[in-house]
């Protein structure tokens, strides 16, 4: 049981380019998330899914886009790449949502830097 | 939307001391407030959280305790051990399948 995985580790983009960040996680989960971390900023989400085939706007959704064709599957893509968004990109799913109290599972991380 | 603010931003205590970290948050519709960990390096984990019809919650050295109504929640930590040293986020829920909103985070070192 590998639990929520991310491809790949570490990246460098130059400003401009374009890249697709891969979540994957085996539990079965029906929620996905992808957040940006940020020092001093905490985390912050930038889109989520509630199930296969849908996505959904979190508070930082800007320059960025997601898709969710497979349930284990959580892709987010950066069609631009800007300095603005070198950061620290975590992906994360649960069972059920917020208020239902299930635990987030995250993943290691992907450390984005952009030139 | 729901806004959570954590403090402090840094906490430094001696090993064997105690620590708390307190949050507080602005939507009084909010009944779900866990508590993450973050190892350097590593993905946040969950180490406790709480649901608004209980006001304490323990799991052997790590406590929350809740006061809906000042609306804040804190983290208490007994006899630190330098493996406590990480970062700490706290998170709510407003209500149904609304994803939860995290605090900026708190680093801990417990100094040996």
């Known amino acids: 049981n590998a639990g929520v995985t991310q491809t790949p580790k570490f990246r460098v983009l130059k400003t401009g380019q374009s890249m697709t960040l891969l979540c994957a996680q085996d539990m079965n989960h029906e929620y996905m998330y992808w957040y940006r971390q940020d020092p001093g900023m905490g985390l912050r989400l930038i889109h989520y899914s509630v199930g296969e085939g849908t996505t959904a706007k979190g508070e930082v959704p800007d320059g960025y886009n997601v898709s969710r064709l497979k349930k284990q599957n959580f892709l987010l893509g950066l069609e631009s790449a800007a300095p603005s968004q070198t950061s620290v990109y975590f992906c994360?799913?649960?069972?059920?949502?917020?208020?239902?109290?299930?635990?987030?599972?995250f993943g290691p991380g992907t450390r984005l830097t952009v030139t | 939307g729901e806004n959570v603010e954590q403090h402090p931003s840094t906490l430094s205590v001696q090993e064997g001391d105690s620590a708390v970290i307190k949050c507080t948050y602005s939507?009084?519709?909010?009944?779900?407030f866990p508590w993450y960990k973050q190892e350097l390096g590593k993905g946040p984990q969950l180490i406790i959280d709480i649901r608004s019809n209980v006001g304490e919650k323990k799991d052997q050295r790590i406590a929350v305790t809740l006061n809906k109504t000042a609306k804040h929640f804190s983290l208490h930590i007994t006899e630190t051990q330098p493996e406590d040293s990480a970062v700490y986020f706290c998170?709510?829920?407003?209500?149904?399948?609304?994803?939860?909103?995290f605090g900026k985070g708190t680093r801990l070192s417990v100094i040996a």
């Open positions: 994360a799913s649960s069972y059920t949502g917020g208020a239902s109290g299930s635990e987030q599972y």
């Open positions: 998170a709510a829920s407003i209500s149904g399948n609304t994803p939860l909103v």
């Open positions: 939507d009084s519709a909010s009944n779900y």
